[in-house]
């Protein structure tokens, strides 16, 4: 099976860096999904919520404000302002979930695309 190396660094340094089988990502024309060998790109990111799922099909939630993404065949870059994970198997799920709200809401981002946001966090929240 192909991987696809993926990278999410903020202003704090490196967050996520991973091969993973696929990462569906918030642009700003809509959520797209990345697989390993996809056409190059660059794109902005919205807010939203970026969804890793990994080698061992676990899945990782991230939520972020805004930033952008590099895409190339072997390798995904997303560089974003800030961002929380929301699932994954070392968050703190509730503590995760305000974080990620308030990071949200805080954005300079259309109120459509914050309430989707916070829909999914809330969405992902309760499956846990």
Same mark, same amino acid.
Not at 105 to 124: D, L, P
């Given at each position: ?10 202003? !704090?340094?490196?967050? &996520? ?10 642009? *700003?024309?809509?959520? &797209?999904? @990345? ?10 990111? !919205? ?5 890793? !799922?990994?080698?061992?099909? *676990? ?6 404000? *805004?930033?952008? @993404?590099? @895409? ?8 974003? !302002?800030?961002?929380?994970?929301? *699932? ?41």
């Amino acid at each position: 099976m192909k991987l696809l190396k993926l990278e999410i660094v903020t202003p !704090d340094g490196v967050i &996520f860096d991973a091969e993973v089988k696929q990462v569906t990502l918030p642009g *700003s024309e809509g959520e &797209f999904g @990345v697989l390993p060998e996809h056409a190059t790109l660059v794109s902005l990111l !919205d807010t939203g919520v970026i969804v890793i !799922d990994q080698a061992d099909n *676990s899945e990782v939630a991230v939520a972020i404000n *805004s930033g952008y @993404v590099k @895409v190339d065949e072997e390798k995904t870059t997303c560089i974003v !302002d800030g961002a929380v994970a929301i *699932s994954g198997e070392d968050s703190d799920l509730a503590l995760a979930l305000e974080k990620a709200k308030a990071l949200l809401k805080s954005t300079e981002a259309s109120n459509t695309a914050i309430a989707s946001a916070v829909s999914r966090i809330e969405r992902i929240g309760k499956s846990f």
